[in-house]
């Protein structure tokens, strides 16, 4: 049994040290412009080992796509309140918690798919916390050309503060998307 667990602990290092070290290589490259061997070479492993975790980059990056994603969508779900404060907060500590990993998707380089996805979640949970502020049964129609708007906007805000470099106070970057976000309500 304790064997297993080391190698549980040995495996999820492994599988750490790849996804860093692809993290670090996507904010200065495109995907398709990385090989297998550029990435072992930069985490000290051979490209066997790479191969028993992954199928190829294209493997590597979706699951860990899918992993932020999913990650993300729980910690915005998980707000039972309707409220942009919760939201935002939830967000931008997120990413503040896993800067390698969100510089890689919030780099140009790397992230449209993911930004995307992102984006139409953000747009539909904004929708249901208008609906929920408002009080109303329907979404109007203008709400749903005007909550893009609003999430690309606050996806700019955390973007920038990435490519940054996080230089920005965090508590100030939550302050800018919610001023954003309450000076302009579309229902106002």
Known sequence: ??????????VHKT??????GFSELMISKELKNITVKELAAKVDINRGTFYKHYY????????????V???????IVSNPFQVYEVMFRDIVDYVGKSPLISQM??????????????S??????????????TK????PEEWKFIAPYYVQ??????????????????EEIFKTILRAWYEKRPWR
Do not use: T
Request: charged fraction near 35%.
């Open 153 to 170: 906007g606050s996806i700019a805000i955390v973007r920038r503060w990435a490519e940054s470099n996080f230089v920005y106070p965090k």
């Open 120 to 133: 139409k979640f953000l747009e539909a949970k904004c929708l249901e916390i208008w609906l929920y502020d």
């Open 136 to 139: 109303r049964k329907q979404i």
């Open 15 to 20: 599988r750490k040290a790849i996804q860093d």
């Open 1 to 10: 049994m304790s064997s297993l667990k080391k190698n549980d602990r040995r």
């Open 105 to 118: 998707f919030l780099a140009k380089n790397g992230g449209s798919r993911f930004l995307s996805r992102l």
């Open 69 to 75: 994603f999913n990650e993300l969508s729980a910690i």
């Open 56 to 67: 190829d980059l294209y493997d590597l990056y979706e699951k860990m796509e899918d992993a």
